[in-house]
């Protein structure tokens, strides 16, 4: 336990659902985070939220919809997705987003658009 | 531009001594992080290295060189657990807490 949580941790959805999944943190810290990882790929990072603000969008098309409304949520809404999203969407938090903060992971949610 | 390197499968015995290496390139360095990460699992945290030379916890050491762009994880005493990715990852230049990862090394522990 890592002290952050996802929810769900498996989503199939349809091209034309609307779907969020859910990260919650219980370690007090300021900033957290949404990343994609597909299949033999790195680590990418979505955004990057700090005390609710989002500071970081790396570039994530408009149909991933981040909203931070306390720093202990973070959700991603998702709307007509294509089938190359499916992968493990990862949320994580750490102490403060400024300098090199170790960050702490969910379990992740498994997302299938079929 | 930030680029991360590093095997992507290695095995090893279980009771031996395995070195993960990673080699990196960023403009402006802010330390380097190594996270394990179990199939299915969140990645975890492992060490964070900013300054040159060798930091050992239990079984893991973790060594940086900033001159050469280069560091290790050295996995001693092998178990079957430690049957994971490992993933080096460095903060991009400037800005928030970003991490770039590399694609993990991918390690099998066999008796």
Known sequence: ?114 | GQNIDQPTEMTATEGAIVQINCTYQTSGFNGLFWYQQHAGEAPTFLSYNVLDGLEEKGRFSSFLSRSKGYSYLLLKELQMKDSASYLCAVPSKGGYNKLIFGAGTRLAVHP
Request: with cysteine; glycine share 6%; net charge neutral.
């Open chain 1, 1 to 114: 336990e890592t002290g952050v949580t996802q929810t769900p941790r498996h989503l199939v959805m349809g091209m034309t659902n609307k779907k969020s999944l859910k990260c919650e943190q219980h370690l007090g810290h300021n900033a957290m985070y949404w990343y994609k990882q597909s299949a033999k790929k790195p680590l990418e990072l979505m955004f990057v939220y700090s005390l609710e603000e989002r500071v970081e969008n790396n570039s994530v098309p408009s149909r991933f919809s981040p909203e931070c409304p306390n720093s202990s949520h973070l959700f991603l809404h998702l709307h007509t997705l294509q089938p190359e999203d499916s992968a493990l969407y990862l949320c994580a938090s750490s102490l403060s987003a400024g300098g090199s903060y170790e960050q702490y992971f969910g379990p992740g949610t498994r997302l299938t658009v079929t």
